[in-house]
């Protein structure tokens, strides 16, 4: 193994806010993250805002690993902040981010995640507006970690919310499911499985303040991240007291995704997705929407995959041969039931 | 003492008599009534819901020669379970007379099974004169619909799916003459009163009716197409068994590659045509039970030499029925004497009951739609048995048993308790007293359609059985539907209880066994264990509080969980990684060269979505896969299935050996078999002795682990549960090699070894422990 450098990696020095500390600052996020907010490097950053109804949210991020097919953790913290928030109605506009950095960690790969990161916000349209760098001792912390805190307005005339789901709503979702989380697992576990999965890591503020503002009928947003599919729609069911009534047969998901999670005994509705989410539209308006999400938006695996009933708070799944299936939130490892 | 003395100069005494048991909906009363007029007895008879009440008053001797008469010879399909007398004074009776019901408030009277039609209404179906004739819903007090028709008890027609039926002039005055057949028979019916056919297209368009439908049906069939015919517990899917088209077509549609279809014969002798039945067998397909008996082909039609292969693939046996309804038999008084008779639904799917529904669920498998308009009140599939050494054991308790309690050791004054059962092959049991009330067959309930059969049939049996349960337990794995349902039901105790457990606990139970403890040899594919674990081969001792593990099969990973399950060869790539390290890799290497072996062995590695199991279905199942016989299981527990039909009929003195094996620490260890499996396999023995001796190390190793503890214990008495002793070879052996060795052996036959018995261990176990947490 070729012995590190110094000067290639990550030291505590550079987080003791002497001139290393500085100089981080300087080489990375500030030369990255470059705008006029961040750049005063007062304290806090202030800015002003309008009238209106504001939403924050934050998050933590420790994937690992880090680089994955189709994003890194950087771009998954500004993803995953921002669509929390877009979800929510909400369109953001700043972000802040915290790094927790190992000891040892390589530039190199902290200024691909900073890079990433920056990408995405421009992307995304939003900036990051302050930050904070920390850095612990080997083993006290896995590479790195970031948190990102995220602040947007609510758009005006955007009303989200579980009260009101109504039976006959369609239930959509914008693309294929699992490919996230089995990009992930494939690149973690190592499977010996030469996927070709890529993980769907994307901003969707802008898509999705481009239907809100389009679509008054649309009742409800959700990413569709930890526990996948169904878990966040038994979450949704459960909140608002209806019944999701899910096609097996109408559900997005890629080829390659269906053969590995078949050959590794996994359910693609339970894998974790970072640029796919869940709308709950008036009936009248979901032809419309998927046809704008399929066409102008080049979601051409967007589909709708059910409908809302009347009922207690459960997830259904109409299966292939014509019975129903109830899904329930993931509980750990599913263990076989068959005797 | 009170006297009355008659005109004649003789005193008289007057009884009143309480019978309880299945005494109603079987010809009781007109029984009663006749044997009254023959012993000069006066009084009356009463259908209540404690059972039937007797007041008999004669001289003193009559009265003795009609209660002996009664006590025994009872009506052919009653069953007397309890009988009270009790002296009177003397009414002066002038009569005898049949009273009408008295709906009461305790409701012991228990609700008559369904009766396959009885040899009386056979002959008047095909007989032109009677007025029944090509009638299919013909019925007498001896045979006819009970279970699947009845709403509420007392059994009495307004009370049944017959009630919106009035009854002609001619069946009115039947129903009303004591001396007739169909005396309160209560569903009976005629072509002027009562149901009728109709035959539909799959489009709904009437195709035939009452006057026509038999050729229609006939026609139907002959073409070749399939039928959807709607029997006493539900739809069948029926088509003509010897043409080959058709059953494929069938297994095509029905989502059904290679589960074995029950077939239908016209008569015993068109049985015997292709199979092999022994008296007890025949004695049970002509029984008003009528269940499906497994019977093995003849040779020739196993060389295909008049069935097709495709109604049981691979397999030497067949599930044969004789008809057991009016429409039955009329369906078979044409040109075609065997029909394939498999379950009206999708795979796992409730059986479909209702006409409103046929259409939309079976639309997509049926041609044809044979229904008529009596309602089925309660589903019910056909029961399922294999004769072993001359005894019925039961594997589908359903049709014909339910709802006849199986007697178990309880007291009195006892709460109701509910067991609520397993997952796949689910029926739940109440517990009233010392019955046990075992549900008809519900099947896979992880469904919505299952959950709610389920629950719908729970509400209909507690009304039946007027058992309303106190206590709850169902099965401690976290992911069944079932125990999610079992929760639901308000009780007063909740009781989780583990899956082996339950299977010791139900035999113990059906062999009439106290709170004793014995030797459990659980076998079975797998069920949660306490340790987080998939277990399924377990020597157990315990009783109906508590159990110790004593010996387990060596765990070995699962990789896939129940993607494993369903790709047998999964699990014996998994064994020979973990029990023959690289010899076992370069083997499965030779053995599975298709596979991607790489991935298994890293998730096996990894621990990576691999449950580990000690289950004994899972050691089948590698056993199968290694020697070729499955490699993909299409349905529960097929490869095992065909591992043990391998075994050669005449097996040699070869297959008298067993393989070697280690046990250490209450573990087993296969690891060696594995390897002598390989060695056998690749030197070219044949797969029949290979797995003879396979099953032959299965009974020595649970031989030498019962002996083991039996020496530790000093207890004799060994119980064999768990659906891996459907196994007639593995069955047979063990019980042999028990019996040779001083145990007393206690096995299955009133309730499934497999899942569909342990509804009933589970609801001992909880009257245990809330016996014991109530002291
Ligand atoms: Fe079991
Ligand atoms: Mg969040
Ligand atoms: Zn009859
Ligand atoms: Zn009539």
């Keep these: ?339 | 003492m009170t006297r009355q003395v008659q005109p004649g100069g003789k005193t008289v005494s007057r009884y009143r008599i309480v019978i309880k048991g299945v005494v109603q909906g079987v010809g009781f009363r007109p029984f009663v009534y006749n044997l009254a007029q023959v012993w000069g007895v006066k009084g009356s008879v009463l259908n209540s819901s404690r059972g039937v009440v007797i007041e008999a008053e004669a001289e003193e001797n009559n009265v003795a020669g009609f209660l002996s008469e009664l006590k025994n010879n009872p009506p052919q399909l009653s069953r007397i379970s309890d009988y009270q007398l009790s002296k009177m004074p003397p009414a002066g009776y002038t009569s005898f007379v049949i009273l009408a019901s008295d709906p009461g408030d305790e409701k012991e009277a228990l609700v008559p099974p369904d009766v396959a039609i009885c040899a009386d209404c056979a002959k008047e179906i095909i007989d032109r004169k009677d007025r029944h004739y090509q009638y299919p819903f013909t019925n007498c007090t001896n045979c006819g619909p009970r279970f699947t028709i009845i709403n509420e008890i007392p059994y009495d027609r307004p009370k049944t799916s017959m009630a919106s039926f009035c009854m002609c002039d001619q069946c009115a005055r039947e129903y009303h003459d004591p001396a007739d057949r169909r005396f309160h028979a209560q569903p009976t019916a005629c072509p002027v009163c009562g149901p009728h056919v109709e035959v539909l297209d799959s489009a709904g368009r009437n195709v035939a009716g009452k006057e026509n439908w038999l050729e229609t049906c006939w026609n139907i069939l002959q073409d070749g197409k399939i039928l959807a015919l709607k029997g006493l517990g539900g739809y069948h899917l029926t088509c003509d068994a010897k043409n080959k088209e058709a059953v494929k077509a069938l297994r095509r549609r029905k989502g059904r590659d290679a589960k074995p279809f029950a077939v239908m014969c016209r008569d015993l002798e068109t049985v015997q045509k292709y199979c092999v039945a022994g008296e007890k067998e025949k004695e049970l397909l002509i029984s008003p039970l009528a269940p499906i008996i497994i019977l093995r082909k003849h040779l020739q039609t196993r060389l295909n030499e008049g069935l097709p292969e495709e109604l049981a693939p691979g397999l030497k046996t067949l599930g044969v029925m004789l008809p057991y309804t009016p429409l039955h038999l009329l369906l078979f008084s044409g040109p075609l004497d065997m029909l394939v008779m498999t379950s009206g639904n999708y795979s796992n799917l409730p059986l479909v009951k209702d006409n409103s529904r046929a259409a939309g669920e079976l639309g997509g498998i049926a041609d044809y739609f044979l229904q008529h308009n009596r309602e089925i009140v309660n589903r019910c599939d056909d029961s399922l048995i294999q004769v072993v050494d001359g005894e019925p054991h039961i594997y589908r308790r359903s049709r014909g048993y339910v709802p006849h309690p199986v007697l178990v050791p309880r007291g009195e004054d006892e709460p109701v308790i509910l067991g609520i059962g397993g997952e796949m092959k689910n029926n739940f049991c109440l517990l009233k007293k010392n019955q046990a009330f075992m549900s008809q067959y519900i099947g896979e309930i992880d469904s919505l359609e299952g959950e709610e059969n389920l629950l719908t049939s729970f509400f209909n049996l507690r009304k039946l059985t007027d058992a309303i349960p106190e206590v709850v337990a169902y099965d401690a794995h976290p992911g069944y539907a079932s125990a999610r349902v079992a929760r639901q039901i308000p009780a007063r105790a909740y009781f989780e209880v583990q899956h082996h457990h339950a299977h010791l606990a139900s035999c113990l139970a059906e062999n009439g066994l106290g709170n004793e403890e014995v030797i459990g040899a659980i076998l079975d594919g797998t069920g949660y264990g306490t340790d987080g674990n998939l277990w399924g081969f377990e020597i157990l001792t315990g009783n109906y509080d508590d159990f110790q593990r004593r010996f387990h099969l060596a765990y070995v990973p699962l990789p896939g969980g129940e993607a494993a399950i369903r790709q047998p060869w999964r699990t014996a790539v998994a064994y020979l990684l973990a029990f023959l390290g690289e010899e076992g890799k370069r083997s499965a290497g030779l053995i599975f060269p298709e596979k991607n072996l790489d991935v298994i062995e890293r998730m096996v590695a990894g621990g990576f979505n691999s449950p580990l199991s000690s289950g004994c279905g899972r050691l089948f199942d590698a056993v199968s896969a290694l020697l070729g016989i499955c490699r993909e299981n299409t349905y529960e527990g097929q490869a095992a299935v065909e591992l043990g039909e391998a075994i050669q009929e005449t097996a040699g003195n070869d297959d008298m050996q067993t393989y070697p094996y280690e046990t250490r620490e209450g573990i087993i260890w296969p690891g060696q078999m594995l390897a002598a499996i390989i060695d056998d396999k690749m030197a070219g023995v044949p797969v029949q002795s290979i797995s003879a001796r396979f099953h032959r190390t299965l009974v020595s190793m649970v031989g030498e682990a019962v002996e083991r503890v039996s020496g530790a214990t000093g207890i004799k008495k060994v119980a064999l549960s768990g659906g891996t002793w459907q196994n007639q070879y593995l069955f047979r052996t063990a019980k042999q090699y028990f019996s040779a060795r001083g145990f007393e052996v206690l096995y299955h036959r009133q309730v499934p070894a497999n899942d569909g018995g342990i509804a009933l261990g589970q609801a001992m176990i909880a009257h245990w422990r809330w016996r014991k947490r109530c002291v």
């Design chain 1, 1 to 339: 193994m070729a012995e590190e450098k110094d000067k290639d990696i990550v030291l505590l020095s550079h987080g003791d806010g002497g001139l290393l500390t500085h100089q981080l600052l300087q080489d990375f996020f500030l030369r990255y993250f470059k705008n006029d907010l961040l750049d005063s490097l007062t304290d806090a950053a202030v800015f002003s805002s309008e009238p209106g109804r504001m939403a924050i949210s934050t998050d933590a991020f420790v994937v690992d690993p880090v680089f994955f097919p189709g994003g890194d953790i950087g771009k998954l913290a500004v993803c995953g902040t921002i669509n929390d928030l877009a979800v929510s109605g909400a369109q953001p506009l700043y972000l802040t981010a915290s790094f927790v950095i190992e000891e040892g960690f390589p530039f190199a790969d902290l200024e691909k995640i900073i890079a990433s990161m920056a990408n995405t916000c421009r992307v995304a349209g939003v900036q990051i507006i302050a930050g904070d760098t920390k850095v612990v001792g080997r083993g006290q912390a896995d590479k790195v970690y970031i948190t990102t805190t995220g602040v947007g307005y609510l758009l005006p005339g955007a009303n989200l919310g579980y009260q009101r789901l109504e039976p006959g709503d369609k239930v959509l979702v914008n693309g294929c499911l699992g490919n996230h989380g089995l990009a992930i697992l494939l690149q973690r576990e190592a499977l010996g499985l030469d996927s070709q999965i890529i993980s769907d890591c994307a901003p969707l503020s802008i898509m999705t303040t481009e239907i809100l503002k389009r679509f008054k009928g649309i009742k409800l947003m959700r990413d569709l991240t930890r526990g996948g599919l169904a878990t966040n729609a038994k979450e949704i069911a459960m909140s608002s007291g209806v019944d999701f009534w899910l096609d097996e047969a109408a559900l997005p998901v890629e080829d390659s995704v269906k053969g590995i999670t078949e050959l590794l005994g996994l359910d693609p509705l339970y894998l974790a997705n970072e640029g796919k989410f869940l709308i709950v539209v008036a009936a009248e308006e979901a032809g419309e929407l998927l046809r704008y999400l399929r066409e102008d938006w080049s979601a051409e695996y967007a589909c709708q995959i059910g409908d809302i009933q009347a009922g207690k708070g459960n997830v259904y799944l109409r299966t292939a041969l014509g019975g129903a299936r109830q899904l329930n939130m993931m509980a750990g490892a599913p263990l076989p039931r068959i005797c």
